[in-house]
């Protein structure tokens, strides 16, 4: 089965063909990140404009390095939420419009299960699975029983994983998007040069707002001396990531699962990948460990078709349904 897939929820135009749900055709992103480089974040109305730009284009670039003919294509998906809404409005009107014209299924995909799906490209995950979902907006712990069947085992109670990365960058004057970026410099640092604390939450819930705060007292202290980006880059990524891990394999232990998955725009991050592939080791579990390729991590329209294979939104009238910002 072929499916053709849309991604417009934030600031990536993205489109892909996937066959099977695993099988990655053609996969095309347009980033917009020079444009809200200069505002320091996504501005909505300035992404939602930038889309409408770029779908067309990131359309017929899609198919002309798939050789695949629109008539051939089985179904058109695209994100339906969470995100932009007038971001994701380009994105599922394009779909909805491929769908009538070539006569052919509309399936709306969510956002949060599209990232978890790139799991499964070019892989052969299998449920049941525990993933460490980490987004820009979302921190989640999901215990994935079959295709189509999870349960959220724990979330954040204040800031996304992404989000604090993002904050943390610019508190140490990196340019937006930080994460990467402050990912970078962590690689050059010392991890334990400054100890920073861990949030004392429940077992379900994640909490980031004490460490960034303690990360701003630190940026302060330095104030008038030369700052040690690289250090505290690297005791900041050592102290999230032991936290992300930690809760990720105590949940596992609970529910009897033996294979983790990372998933979301921090899936791409170095130390987390490493820390995640240590489980393999006997003396750490020897649990059976995915991650997306990197270029599947971040937003990318590949984990959307394979979303609409795997793990279809289960709607009456798909070509009636609206975009939603939250979920
Ligand atoms: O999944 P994603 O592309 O968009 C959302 O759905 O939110 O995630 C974007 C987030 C941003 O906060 C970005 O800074 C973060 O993922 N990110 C990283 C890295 N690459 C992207 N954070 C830490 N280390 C990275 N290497
Ligand atoms: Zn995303």
Known sequence: ML???????????????????????????ASQIKTHQAFGGVVPEVAAREHLDA?????????????????????F?????????GCLLVGLNAAKTLS????????????????VCANFIDTDLK??????????????????????????AASTIDDATGEVYDKVARLLGLSYPGGIQLDKLAQNGNREAFKLPEAKVGEDEFSFSGLKTAVLRLTQRFKNEQMPVNDICASFQETITSTLIKKTVKIAQKNNSKTIVLAGGVAANSRLREKLFELQKPENG?????????KYCTDNAAMVASAAFFNPMKVENPLELEVFSRG
Do not use: W
């Open 3 to 29: 499916i053709f897939g849309i991604e417009t929820s934030c600031d990536e135009t993205a489109c892909a063909i996937v066959k099977d749900g695993r099988e990655v055709i053609s996969n095309v992103v």
């Open 55 to 75: 779908i067309n284009v990131v359309i017929e670039e899609t198919f002309a390095q798939s050789g695949i003919k629109p008539s051939e294509i089985d179904a």
């Open 77 to 85: 998906a695209s994100t339906a939420g969470p995100g932009l809404v």
């Open 100 to 115: 009538l014209v070539y006569n052919k299924p509309y399936i709306p995909v969510n956002h949060l299960k599209a990232h």
């Open 127 to 152: 449920p049941p699975f525990t993933c460490l979902l980490v987004s820009g907006g979302h921190t989640q712990i999901i215990n994935v029983s079959d295709y189509g069947k999870s349960e959220i």
């Open 286 to 294: 020897s649990y059976q460990v995915f991650a997306p390729k990197m």
